[in-house]
Nanobody, 115 residues
Framework: QVQFVESGGGSVQPGGSLRLACAAS????????MGWYRQTPGKQRELVAG???????NYLDSVKGRFTISRDNAKKSVYLQMDSLKPEDTAVYFC?????????WGQGTQVTVSS
């Protein structure tokens, strides 16, 4: 079955950096677009960054120039490098993919940006 193991969350001061990692299993990773979403209490989950099977990327406007999504098909992993973090980036971050029929989510990793 599809599984994601996310890591790299934590607490950081404004202006700091974190790198999230998501290790995937249970499907042919290189054939799937991947994404990172985030969610705060009382709000809908939003797409932060996506990467296609060809490596094309897209970003939420508020993170452009600060976040970078990447993938390593050999390691079946997707990463989110987050720089110049702001308090409004505080959220639970989720790894995601879709088969077109089903949505698959990781368990989430907490990112807290606070002084």
């Amino acid at each position: 079955q599809v599984q994601f193991v996310e890591s790299g969350g934590g607490s950081v001061q404004p202006g700091g950096s974190l790198r999230l990692a998501c290790a995937a299993s249970g499907f042919t990773f290189r054939f799937y677009d991947m994404g990172w979403y985030r969610q705060t209490p009382g709000k809908q989950r939003e797409l932060v960054a996506g990467i296609t099977i060809t490596g094309s990327t897209n970003y939420l406007d508020s993170v452009k120039g600060r976040f970078t999504i990447s993938r390593d098909n050999a390691k079946k992993s997707v990463y989110l490098q987050m720089d110049s973090l702001k308090p409004e980036d505080t959220a639970v971050y989720f790894c995601h993919t879709s088969s077109g029929f089903y949505e698959y989510w990781g368990q989430g990793t907490q990112v807290t940006v606070s002084s």
